[in-house]
C-alpha cells in the first residue's frame, strides 16, 4: 500500500487560485515546487497540489475525512469560503462541498459525532 499521496487539483491561473486556497487550508502552502504549482501537507505524507493547467482546470475531485468536521468548516468561514453544498449519507456520514474558482470540487468529509 501507497503511503505517500498527491492529489492535484489543475486551476486556470495559479496567481488567481493560490490566495483562495490559503484560506481554504488556512495557511501557506507547505512547499512551491515550482512556478506554477503548490503544495500543502494535509496529513503525514498526504498532501493537496494546485498547478496551473488550463486544459484540465475544473475537473478535480477531492474529499478528505477529517477529525471534526464541523469546527473545520467553522474555521474555513471565518476565513471567507463558504460551502457550496452540504450532504448527509444513511449511517451519518456528512460530505461538505467546496467549489473553487475553476468548478473544482474540494471536499471535507466526517462520519457520525
Known amino acids: 500500500m501507497a503511503r505517500e499521496l498527491f492529489a492535484g487539483v489543475p486551476v486556470t491561473d495559479y496567481a488567481a487560485a493560490l490566495p483562495w486556497y490559503e484560506r481554504f487550508f488556512g495557511g501557506k502552502p507547505s512547499f512551491l515546487p515550482n512556478d506554477v504549482e503548490a503544495v500543502w501537507e494535509v496529513a503525514e505524507s ?54 473553487d474558482a475553476d468548478g473544482n470540487e474540494i471536499s471535507l468529509g466526517g462520519g457520525p459525532d
Open 46 to 99: 498526504r498532501y493537496v497540489y494546485i498547478v496551473e493547467d488550463p486544459v484540465r482546470a475544473g475537473n478535480a475531485l477531492v474529499l478528505t475525512f477529517v477529525d471534526d468536521l464541523d469546527g473545520r468548516v467553522a474555521g474555513i468561514a471565518r476565513r471567507g469560503i463558504e460551502p457550496a453544498e452540504r450532504e448527509t449519507y444513511e449511517g451519518g456520514v456528512t460530505k461538505v462541498i467546496y467549489r
